[in-house]
């Protein structure tokens, strides 16, 4: 019998996605390699672990307990890679960074040129996705998330409370009426979330006063909204630090606390001992906390 430790990721991410295609995505090789590891695994092990379905590829009863041994394996060879990366002392390396897409492009990108220019031999990569990444799983680094509980796992800093507001354009709001009530639109148009952001307070904050008529547009992206809002296409709840930095917008109404969303610095407890990850940590904190009012939109 021929084992390679190697071959399980391969399986792992077979078993995760269900087709060929999903696990060659997640990764990163082409759909013929991963055919062709599992071909391998299978005749090294002298067994079937998938049952080949039109619908994808389901798990036999041999696959099914090689699936729970090899996520226990998975999570020792990420705690060993965390437990090592977190005793080392150089202030060089990659630091893997993962945060929203409004916050990287509409407040943080001065933070990584001034990081850049403070620590030459520290390497930052960006991973800007749409759902929150696995630091457990060394899937990124640090994070930096709006979140009004950070997970019981995880170690960090508060950094700030990120404030929102109705804005508009400039020209857009000439041609009509003050707004004093989103609830009363007064002729005013809104630009909506999507169900993929209706999680946000903010944007269930709109959709409870606004009438569903008055919404012209809705976006899973508060960057869209943003370019929707600039383009006169209606009035978008923004947040400040972002909106702020547009001059063809106006805030219309600040709205209050209830909808704000604490912003956190987050690691893995393993990683804390790190240098490179102490210096981004101590870095960002004392750069965002300069830009405090900035985030809270005072």
Do not use: K
């Amino acid at each position: 019998m021929r084992f390679d430790w190697d071959d399980l990721r391969f399986f792992l991410a077979i078993a995760r996605a269900g087709t060929l295609a999903g696990a060659a995505r997640t990764l990163g090789v082409n759909h013929s390699t991963v055919f062709r590891r599992l071909n391998a695994m299978e005749a090294g092990l002298q067994a079937r672990l998938f049952e080949r379905l039109p619908e994808g590829y389901e798990p036999t009863p041999a696959g099914e307990a090689l699936w729970r041994r090899a996520e226990r394996v998975e999570e020792e060879a990420q705690a060993i890679e965390r437990e090592v990366s977190g005793q080392d002392i150089r202030l060089s390396g990659r630091v893997r960074l993962t945060t929203t897409d409004t916050l990287a492009n509409g407040f943080l990108a001065p933070l990584f040129r001034d990081f850049g220019e403070r620590y030459p031999g520290i390497e930052l990569e960006l991973l800007v996705v749409g759902t929150f990444l696995d630091l457990a799983r060394r899937e990124a680094d640090v994070a930096i998330r709006p979140t009004p509980a950070p997970p019981e796992n995880l170690i960090g800093r508060n950094l700030g409370s990120i404030r929102w507001g109705i804005y508009g354009a400039r020209d857009y709001l000439r041609q009509r009426p003050p707004l004093t009530e989103p609830s009363r639109p007064e002729g005013h148009r809104f630009i909506g979330g999507s169900e993929l952001i209706g999680h946000l307070a903010a944007i269930r904050w709109l959709d409870e006063r606004v009438p569903a008529s008055d919404i012209a547009l809705r976006t899973n992206s508060i960057v869209a909204a943003m370019g929707a809002a600039r383009a006169g296409v209606g009035l978008a709840v923004l947040p400040h630090y972002m909106a702020r930095q547009e001059r063809e917008l106006q805030c219309v109404l600040a709205i209050g606390p209830e909808v704000a969303t604490d912003l956190w610095l987050l690691i893995h407890p393993d990683l804390r001992h790190s240098a490179r990850i102490r210096a981004f940590m101590t870095f960002a904190v004392n750069a965002v906390g300069q830009r405090r009012a900035e985030l809270e939109g005072r």
